[in-house]
């Protein structure tokens, strides 16, 4: 059996549709939307750029339940 946990998000995610484990997947989904949500939020920091942080902080917050 695959340990989804030791892929890559996206990777996972089509893992899982493919095995018809639909749930799983939606959470993987979910994982690689945040990491690339957290990546884009550092870099508008390192950037220095107000408007920037405040705009990727609001698309985060979208992400969250």
């Known amino acids: 059996m695959i340990d989804l ?3 890559l998000p996206e ?8 095995e018809g484990f639909s749930g799983t997947a ?3 989904s979910r ?3 945040l990491e690339h949500a957290l ?5 508008a920091i390192e950037e220095g ?4 942080i405040a705009t ?3 698309e985060v917050r979208e992400l969250l339940p």
């Open 39 to 43: 990546y884009v939020l550092i870099d």
């Open 56 to 58: 990727v902080t609001l």
């Open 26 to 28: 939606t959470l993987f």
């Open 11 to 18: 990777d996972a995610e089509r893992i899982a549709y493919a």
């Open 5 to 7: 946990t030791k892929l």
């Open 31 to 33: 994982i690689s939307d």
């Open 49 to 52: 750029d107000p408007q920037k």
